[in-house]
């Protein structure tokens, strides 16, 4: 099979996207005065919901993100309370697609916690985790939900392993340990089947995740993939990555025939990672590049040329990160088919990017908005992990966008056991067997270490306060009294 190289010559192919633009939001609607994390690893470092929006923040110890209810846009206070219980620097944040209160995040610290955030937001820090979840022995660059199971996490270490989370019993069920290298991007087709990954050892994986088999793999001499992402039922793949002469390029690919991919596309001569993103619902594929101002926009088909240019969004502010909206959250009234949220660090500003398909009428646009995945759940963790899969619950935008979530998550409760001698609890106290559990007790320790010193440090103050009080108490003669 030949790879096609594709021209940026316009075709003039009839397409409803033809004219997307992309409309920054006013400035009362961006949201100011967010310290945005300045650590350097490859992720958005931004998540958001119909409801929140979450950025990591850069902290003095520790890691930290904040929660902004989307109505409370404008300036930050200073002193806007923090999601701030993970030890390490946090990498990587995603909301529940089915509970809208519901994030999850991942860290150096090893850990993967999954937070419950009050309706409304938080009104002061939080440091307790709903669920904290230990297995990678190193520290922790990604996690994904599961697209139609309510209770699956997928978190990826630089330990090189993947592992499933069944949040409803807080325990890992597998471990994926076929990556030979650091893990840089995951990918699930439409009902979860399938797992598409790229890694550091410049191979581009599809995986049967329930099993962890490998059943296709490419290292393709000419694309040094970055990252991968499925193109909804098309049974294809997109990635984005470098050729050999170091040009940022983008290819198509056959999900059942990894050994070439159908079209390569050269993009430009810049060196920043490219983001893919892509909207099954319409087809399109929106590529950002980390410190870039632009976006570029294609229409993917299933036939020749298979990805049509459409339109490039210019601004002069590089973006560090991008959140997307899910789809219950845009503005179908303004015919909004994809919003980004971008993060800019040197103004400490997030911008609502809205894409529109200009429209004249002022009637609910059925054709840009078929039925889309919406909060409901299509199976357990347990009926998932069981070996079935079944298509995301579909729902319309047009009367369907507001309809309340009835499901409550429930995080499982671990009884806690205890074998106490001699005032020592001999369970809290087992010697670790791995690092990981090494590490776990670290932690533990270096925060009992730190209570303790507060508690010391007041109690010196409280001791020289009283020996003061003591002696001015000595020097006090009886006349005086």
Known sequence: MTVTKMSWRPTYRSSKFRNVYGKVANREHCFDGIPITKNVHDNHFCA??????????????????????????????????????????????????????????????????????????????MTEAVLELYGHSRRVGLIEWHPTSSGIL????????????????????????????????????????????????????????????????????????????????????????????????????????????????????????????????????????????NIRYFEITTEKPYIQYLMEFRSPAPQKGLGVMPKLGLDVAACEVYRFYKLVTLKGLIEPISMIVPRRSDTYQEDIYPMTAGTEPALS????????????????????YHRPNQLVFKAPVKEKKSVVVNGIDLLENVPPRTENELLRMFFRQQDELRRLKEELTTKDVRIRQLELELNNLKNVSPKDV
């Open 48 to 125: 958001v919901n119909s409801k929140f929006l979450a950025v990591v923040t850069e902290s003095a110890g520790g890691g930290s993100f904040i929660i902004i209810p989307l109505s409370q846009a404008g300036r930050l206070d200073s002193h806007y309370p923090k999601v701030c219980g993970h030890q390490g620097n946090v990498l990587d944040i995603k909301w529940n697609p089915f509970f809208e209160n519901v994030v999850a995040s991942c860290s150096e610290d090893t850990s993967v916690r999954v937070w419950e955030i009050p309706e409304g937001g938080l009104r002061r820090n």
């Open 154 to 293: 997928f978190s990826a270490g630089y330990d090189y392993k993947i592992l499933i989370w069944n949040l409803e019993t807080g325990e890992p069920v597998k471990m994926i340990d076929c990556h030979t290298d650091v893990i840089l991007s995951m990918s699930f087709n439409t009902d979860g089947s399938l797992l598409a990954t790229s890694c550091k050892d410049k191979k581009l994986r599809v995986i049967e995740p329930r099993s962890g088999r490998v059943l296709q793999q490419a290292s393709y001499k000419n694309h040094r993939v970055n990252r991968v992402v499925f193109l909804g039922n098309m049974k294809r793949l997109l990635t984005t990555g470098v050729s050999r002469w170091n040009t940022r390029q983008i290819a198509f690919w056959d999900q059942e025939d990894l050994s070439m991919p159908i079209v390569e596309e050269d993009i430009d001569g810049l060196s920043g990672l490219l983001f893919p993103f892509y909207d099954a619902d319409t087809h399109m594929l929106y590529l950002a590049g980390k410190g870039d101002g």
């Open 381 to 400: 963790a347990s009926e998932w992990l069981s070996g079935i899969d079944r298509d995301p619950v579909l729902m319309s935008l047009k009367d369907g």
